[in-house]
């Protein structure tokens, strides 16, 4: 039923990897990436019925609007399209939702969310692009304000985080920033993924792993 | 530069809301005043402390991936405005009016925090179907005459009387009571909410 042809013989949709392998190596536990898999499958056909997430259909997902642009959406289906294809399949969708789960290691996320801000994938964050996500923000949010009064904003928090002043933020420095600024990776936490598997019960039906063979 | 004072017009709405409020009991207006002096007193004053710019950034929609497991509701909603006016100013109208809107007993529970942030919230009484009607604002003070006010409800669906969007809806009413643009067009913009 669904997107996923019953003629194919595989029967999963493409890049599917094993619940078993994926739970060894993310957070997550068998019973959970089963859950996750069942969210897959509708993402993945909600506009190309082909068991991959294209950006229409993150885009859907996320605000109700296939055609919905957002440079910080972009920013994270870069990021989720590990093998850089332009498409999630369930195999990078497990892993990069792996971060964002509670009990995910700090590091990780900080690592995480300097990439999603190094827009231009130089490595460091440059002033261009703190300004660059602050005019996306208020243009997102209606907001007008002067150039002179986003520079200074801007400028007061470049300055706090670039540390040795260099004129771009690095690992290092991100890392000290965040260790000072806790809540600056609040957007890396979706504690939904605490219950995931109370949200998708239909994968007990489907499941081939049962609870107790589940780590 | 000092903030712009009210007009007379504003004045004359600001009397007449608070004499409605203090009469029909609908809000304690002691709690407000206490709310307001709280804030002030914990260091909300007109400085711009240190905003800091990766924090609004988290509030992108583009960052929610709430949506992908709630069926397209988001973790928080809300509304974005700027303005000039003096924080103390903004914290009382913003509970004045949103509890009037609520038409319910609000309370007030300021919850300062620092560098240049702060969070009101609003809570109305009565219960709706899945608890109580709250409104959350968060107060992000970034430059001498500009503060960036975030107003989002939270949680309960609200009683019929004082539905959430009609909370969001009216917003524009404050706008028009109280804010005008300024000459040199630093001013408050108000965002279209959706629901």
């Known amino acids: ?215 | 530069m000092s903030p712009r004072s009210w007009t007379d017009e504003e004045k004359r709405h600001g009397d007449l809301l608070s004499k409605y409020l203090y009469l029909t009991r609908r809000v304690d207006m002691k709690q407000i005043e206490k709310t307001i002096q709280y804030l002030i007193v914990s260091g909300m004053s007109e400085r711009p402390s240190d905003p800091n710019v990766f924090h609004l950034i988290s509030f992108s929609e583009g960052f929610d991936l709430s949506p992908l497991f709630v069926g397209g509701k988001r973790r928080e909603e809300g509304i974005w405005f700027a303005t000039r006016e003096p924080a103390s100013c903004v914290v009382s109208r913003v509970a004045l009016d949103t509890a009037m809107i609520l038409l319910h007993r609000a309370s007030t529970s300021p919850m300062a925090g620092s560098g240049g942030r702060f969070r009101l919230r609003i809570e109305g009484e009565e219960r709706g179907r899945m608890g109580k009607l709250a409104v959350a604002t968060d107060i992000f003070i970034v430059a001498r005459r500009c503060s960036l006010w975030r107003s989002g409800a939270t949680g309960a669906t609200p009683p019929s009387s004082a539905r959430g969007s009609t909370v969001m809806r009216s917003a524009p009413t404050l706008k028009d009571i109280m804010w005008t643009s300024s000459s040199d067009g630093q001013i408050a913009t108000w965002i279209k909410y959706k629901v």
Not at chain 1, 60 to 88: E, M, P, Q, T, Y
Not at chain 1, 148 to 171: C, M, P, R, W
Request: with cysteine; glycine share 4%; aromatic share 10%.
């Open chain 1, 1 to 215: 039923m669904g997107c996923v042809t019953s003629k194919n013989a595989n029967k999963y949709t493409p890049g599917y990897e094993d619940p078993v392998v994926l739970a060894s190596k993310t957070i997550f536990t068998v019973n959970e990436v089963e859950a996750l898999y069942e969210l897959f499958k509708k993402l993945s056909c909600s506009i190309i019925k082909d068991g991959l997430i294209h950006k229409e259909e993150f885009q859907l997902a996320l605000f109700r609007n296939s055609n919905k642009k957002n440079l910080f959406a972009d920013r994270v289906f870069d990021l989720f399209d590990i093998k850089r294809n332009g498409v999630i399949d369930f195999g990078e969708f497990v892993r990069s939702l792996s971060v964002f789960h509670p009990n995910a290691p700090e590091s990780e996320k900080i690592a995480y969310a300097f990439r999603l801000y190094d827009l231009r994938h130089t490595g460091f964050i440059e002033r261009e692009e703190l300004k660059e996500m602050v005019q996306a923000l208020l243009t997102e949010s209606d907001l007008v304000l002067s150039d002179e009064l986003i520079d200074t904003i801007v400028d007061k928090t470049f300055n706090q985080a670039d540390s040795k002043g260099d004129g771009k933020i690095d690992l290092d420095e991100w890392r000290d920033y965040v260790k000072q600024n806790p809540s600056l990776i609040r957007i890396m936490t979706l504690p939904y993924l605490k219950d995931i598997t109370m949200s998708f019960p239909s994968f007990i039906i489907h499941s081939e792993n049962s609870e107790t063979e589940a780590i």
